[in-house]
T-cell receptor, first 115, second 115 residues
Framework: AQSVTQPDIHITVSEGASLELRCNYS??????LFWYVQSPGQGLQLLLKYFSGDTLVQGIKGFEAEFKRSQSSFNLRKPSVHWSDAAEYFCAVGLIKAAGNKLTFGGGTRVLVKP | GAVVSQHPSWVICKSGTSVKIECRSL??????MFWYRQFPKQSLMLMATSNEGSKATYEQGVEKDKFLINHASLTLSTLTVTSAHPEDSSFYIC???????????FGPGTRLTVL
């Protein structure tokens, strides 16, 4: 069965500094990868996704992620963090085109932004 | 486009009562809807997958008689928590996709508190 690991439970970053959130997955086939953001008490918003093609993916709100097959990773980055980026971030692996499109989520990383 | 709503956004009920949560796709027809449960400061756990007009498929460990799912139309799925107990208190999030092979769009979630 596939699994998703987000090694960092919490990350604190100063406003204006860069941010990188790690995501590793374990899956036998080529995965479909997603990053979602969740503000407190809210649902999930899709930041970006990777299905195929260019391994560097651009998303909304200035985020990008890079798929590295050799490392089974899909790390999320942002060059300059804004206070509004404080939220919970989830990496997810999808089984689109098989098994009914299920998503498996990582444990999440909570980002705190210092002024 | 691709907006999913949930109603109610929060609900408080007494132990032993049943609670119904609605999930609607507002601007597209969702043949597949998913229900997730999220405990505080934890990740999303898939409870079940429902396809319009069919019985829901429940994940291992989820009691189908406890969590009744109905997907009677292409825009509406309901989750009924029967005979609710305090341990059922959680954040319930639904998602919808055009087909089982397309990405999911998430609702804002429903916070259930059972007293």
């Amino acid at each position: 069965a596939q699994s998703v690991t987000q090694p960092d439970i919490h990350i604190t970053v100063s406003e204006g500094a860069s941010l990188e959130l790690r995501c590793n997955y374990s899956y036998g086939a080529t995965p479909y990868l997603f990053w979602y953001v969740q503000s407190p008490g809210q649902g999930l918003q899709l930041l970006l996704k990777y299905f195929s093609g260019d391994t560097l993916v651009q998303g909304i709100k200035g985020f990008e992620a890079e798929f590295k097959r050799s490392q089974s990773s899909f790390n999320l980055r942002k060059p300059s963090v804004h206070w509004s980026d404080a939220a919970e971030y989830f990496c997810a692996v999808g089984l689109i085109k098989a098994a009914g499109n299920k998503l498996t989520f990582g444990g999440g990383t909570r980002v705190l932004v210092k002024p | 486009g691709a907006v999913v709503s949930q109603h109610p956004s929060w609900v408080i009920c007494k132990s032993g009562t049943s609670v119904k949560i609605e999930c609607r796709s507002l601007d597209f027809q969702a043949t597949t809807m998913f229900w997730y449960r999220q405990f505080p400061k934890q990740s999303l756990m898939l409870m079940a997958t429902s396809n319009e007009g069919s019985k829901a498929t429940y994940e291992q460990g989820v009691e189908k008689d406890k969590f009744l799912i109905n997907h009677a139309s292409l825009t509406l799925s309901t989750l009924t928590v029967t005979s609710a107990h305090p341990e059922d208190s959680s954040f319930y999030i639904c998602s919808a996709s055009v087909s089982q092979y397309n990405e999911q769009f998430f609702g804002p979630g429903t916070r259930l508190t059972v007293l």
